[in-house]
């Protein structure tokens, strides 16, 4: 599935749920919790959470877990405002969409 678009509000909220976590375990948790359907590559995720933190809305910093070091990430009190927001935004867009296009139709059983 194509998150262009939608990537900073999926890490925002899982990043919001953590105390800090590294860029694997995002990667793990958005594939988790989507069932599978964001199954985004370390090529696009890092880039993300590197421009988020050029924003201002994650910080990271290293830690030391045997025997490597791994960056972990978080939010800034920024951050969880703009996933706030960026939530808000999301749940009235598909309010809007859904007035649009109309409720989804239950499918009968195969």
Request: hydrophobic share 45%; net charge positive.
């Amino acid at each position: 599935m194509d998150v262009r678009g939608h990537l900073d509000l999926l890490l925002l909220a899982v990043l919001a749920d953590a105390e800090g976590a590294h860029g694997y375990a995002v990667i793990a948790a958005l594939r988790e919790r989507s069932t599978g359907a964001f199954d985004v590559p370390e090529g696009t995720v890092y880039p993300a959470l590197h421009r988020l933190e050029r924003a201002g809305l994650v910080v990271s910093r290293w830690e030391q877990v045997a025997p490597r070091r791994r960056r972990v990430y978080e939010l800034t009190p920024d951050g969880r405002a703009a996933r706030a927001a960026k939530q808000s935004e999301w749940r009235s867009f598909v309010n809007s969409v859904q007035a649009v296009i109309g409720p989804v139709a239950a499918q009968a059983p195969a």
